[in-house]
């Protein structure tokens, strides 16, 4: 099979095969974006993989980087583009379900798309646009099936991260999984507990935010994998609650996606979870936030202290996800509410701690922290202007009370 037409990111590569080429070696594009290419979807890396070992490429471009050459990759660096070439290669025994004992570089291309997990990211495509495809990847992507390449359960023993990765393909692309393919995942489930949970926390992340995320899940929870997730195991019935969603629902961001799922799995402690899959401490937080938006939204809507305390951007994703819930929605409200505010952020305040020290004698400690957060709230409630005459009289007033 032939490409009609090439697409513009190959079209901008194509300088590199033939460099290569007329080097005396052997170069095509691999893997996912040849897949992307053949179904008309974007195109997002263009991954290289060459005959030459990576001392002869480096010995081809002038400027080139060691990012992975112990695995025979190389980025190279021309016109202003960066692009990975890596030698054709075989890997030997994997020692922890993740990782070859030794990598072979070889010049054989057949060699290397043995090793590839899946048979629709085992094409390859020469500067001529034409298709090279061993396994019947073509015939796989006309029936949307996903089939492993060769023994599924020698591929999934070698990386048991494809266990995943198989899910989130189907996600992505809304494929079926072959049988002896599915079977095998089922039967290789528990290595995903020999797996580094960052790694997995990727691709799951990915499934979540794919199109067909439902079946991904779906296929997750078949197969028992979710088992050995953190805090998954015996979950089935919690993980099924995020089916409540609407059917053609999809999540616009990471943090709703998994804000969704910590509902599912009623986590109370948010924190915790996510540290359990190793994530930023910033990511668990923005997650957190928006549980808590959902959480206050449940009692009616936001009133201008709510919409302070958090960033617009985050009300506007808990405001999506009732809508994915097919509950009612307020976007116009908290768009308004949100663009009232006098401020937006303490800092904005025109009178802070060290003014009122310095200028009207007050003392450091906790009563000028609540006289402090009186005045922040106050502007937000629009009770009080944020003036510094205005804030001072404030000041004054609350000490005549007080006395």
Request: aromatic share 10%; hydrophobic share 40%; proline share 3%.
């Amino acid at each position: 099979m032939r490409l009609e037409k090439m697409p513009s990111e190959f079209q901008e590569a194509l300088p590199i095969l033939e460099k290569i080429k007329a080097a005396g070696f052997e170069a095509y594009f691999v893997g996912g974006s040849v897949r992307d290419a053949l179904l008309d979807r974007p195109i997002h890396d263009v991954d290289i993989a060459s005959s030459s070992y990576p001392e002869e490429t480096k010995a081809i471009f002038d400027r080139t980087v060691d990012i992975g050459i112990e695995h025979g990759t190389v980025l190279v660096l021309e016109n202003g583009q960066e692009y990975e070439i890596t030698t054709f290669r075989t890997e030997d025994v994997y020692v922890d379900y993740r990782r070859p004992s030794s990598v072979s570089f070889v010049r054989s291309l057949e060699e290397d798309l043995k090793r590839r997990d899946f048979t629709v990211n085992a094409f390859a495509l020469n500067e001529k646009g034409e298709i090279v495809d061993l396994f019947h990847g073509l015939e796989d992507l006309e029936n949307k099936v996903l089939r492993a390449v060769g023994l599924p359960h020698e591929r999934f023993n070698e990386d048991a991260l494809r266990i995943m990765r198989g899910f989130r393909f189907q996600a992505s692309l809304g494929f079926e999984l072959e049988e002896a393919t599915s079977d095998a995942m089922k039967e290789c489930a528990p290595l995903l507990e020999k797996i580094s949970v960052e790694r997995t926390f990727i691709e799951f992340d990915k499934l979540l935010l794919s199109p067909y995320w439902r079946q991904g899940v779906e296929a997750m929870l078949s197969s028992g994998a979710y088992h050995y997730l953190p805090e998954m195991k015996d979950r089935k019935e919690a993980i099924e609650r995020l089916f409540d969603i609407e059917l053609e629902y999809t999540f616009s961001t990471s943090e709703q996606a998994w804000a969704a799922l910590v509902l599912a799995l009623e986590i109370q402690d948010i924190p915790k979870f996510f540290k359990k899959w190793k994530t930023s401490r910033e990511f668990a937080k923005t997650v957190e936030q928006i549980v808590e938006i959902l959480k206050l939204r449940e009692k009616g809507s936001l009133d201008k202290r709510a919409c302070y305390k958090y960033e617009k951007r985050l009300l506007l994703l808990a405001e999506e996800l009732r809508e994915g819930y097919a509950l009612s929605v307020d976007y116009l409200v908290i768009e308004r509410v949100y663009d009232s505010l006098t401020i937006h952020d303490k800092h904005e305040v025109v009178v802070n701690g060290g003014m009122l020290i310095k200028e009207y004698g007050f003392q450091p400690g906790p009563a000028l922290g609540e006289i402090l957060t009186k005045i922040e709230y106050a502007i937000v409630d629009g009770e009080l202007a944020n003036e510094k005459e205005a804030i001072i009289a404030y000041i004054q007033q609350a000490k005549e009370e007080e006395k």
